[in-house]
């Protein structure tokens, strides 16, 4: 169980990728942890491990974050599960690569839904959480962590609709940053080129998987900023993969 001075999260798009990675240090930091994807069968093999890395408790939902109610449910899971919150990660979130003209209608809804819309609206739910969990920890309050792209600062052709996504998502959360940050919680985007997960994999025979960014550079930049005292607010962080101009994935 619990105690009051446990950190708890809640990371979307925790079974796979970065989010799994994130998940991973935080419990072995010995932090509460609400995971979320659509698979159920990975968040029930990902609950056992995050227990035995050292997460206290683990509660899990498998929803697809496009389903309007999605965010409602999360914030009410995380609440019954620790009442409060110290860090929300907006992991999750889809791509498709497609020049604008040809972009497919359905994916665009999705995309937005995922990436930015469901993402507002956690925020929205999840506030109320984060100002407990800021006033119960005074040293570092509480944080909003949000996985943006680099494409979402500067343009990538084929990344239009993503991109767009990714650049409304950090400029919303550098606004809740100024809304947010006098009572302690603060909201950071993490911009990175391309990490090597399943997200990248189409494009691995042409920018091998070892010349990306690794899962564990991005985690790192997440565990660095939830370290930081609640004074610090860290703006946009743009991780740029070596051998490229530092304007494109
Ligand atoms: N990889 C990169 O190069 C890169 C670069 C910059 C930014 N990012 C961003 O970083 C984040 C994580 O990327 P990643 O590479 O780790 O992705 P990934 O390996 O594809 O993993 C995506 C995660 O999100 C979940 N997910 C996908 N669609 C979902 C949906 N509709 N509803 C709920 N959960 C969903 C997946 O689980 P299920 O399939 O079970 O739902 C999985 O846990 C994303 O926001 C991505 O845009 C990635």
């Not at 100024?178 to 950071?188: C, F, H, Y």
Request: aromatic fraction near 4%; glycine fraction near 8%; proline fraction near 3%.
């Amino acid at each position: 169980m619990t105690n009051s001075s446990t950190r708890t999260a809640l990371v979307t798009g925790a079974s796979r990728g970065i989010g799994r990675g994130i998940a991973t240090r935080l419990a072995r930091h010995g932090w509460g942890l609400t995971v979320t994807a659509r698979n159920a069968d990975h968040l029930t093999e990902l609950a056992e491990e995050l227990r035995t890395a050292g997460a206290p408790h683990v509660a899990r939902l498998a929803v697809d974050l496009a389903a309007d109610d999605a965010a409602d449910r999360l914030a009410e899971l995380h609440r019954h599960a620790f009442g409060a919150m110290s860090a929300l990660v907006l992991n999750a979130g889809v791509g498709t690569v497609s020049r604008a003209a040809d972009f497919p209608a359905h994916r665009m809804a999705k995309t937005l839904q995922v990436n930015l819309v469901t993402s507002m609206r956690l925020t929205q739910r999840a506030l109320p959480l984060l100002r407990k969990g800021a006033a119960a920890d005074p040293r570092h309050g509480a944080s909003i962590i949000g996985l943006s792209s680099i494409t979402g600062v500067h343009a990538d052709a084929g990344y239009s609709v993503y991109g767009a996504s990714k650049a409304a998502l950090l400029r919303y959360l550098e606004a809740v940053h100024q809304e947010e940050s006098a009572v302690g919680v603060r909201a950071t985007s993490i911009a990175p080129g391309y990490v090597a997960t399943d997200m990248t994999s189409w494009i691995a025979d042409r920018v091998p998987a070892a010349s990306m960014i690794a899962v564990e550079d991005v985690v790192e930049v997440v565990d660095m900023v939830l370290r930081l005292s609640r004074t610090a607010g860290v703006a946009p962080i743009v991780m740029t993969r070596a051998g490229t101009s530092g304007f494109q994935a």
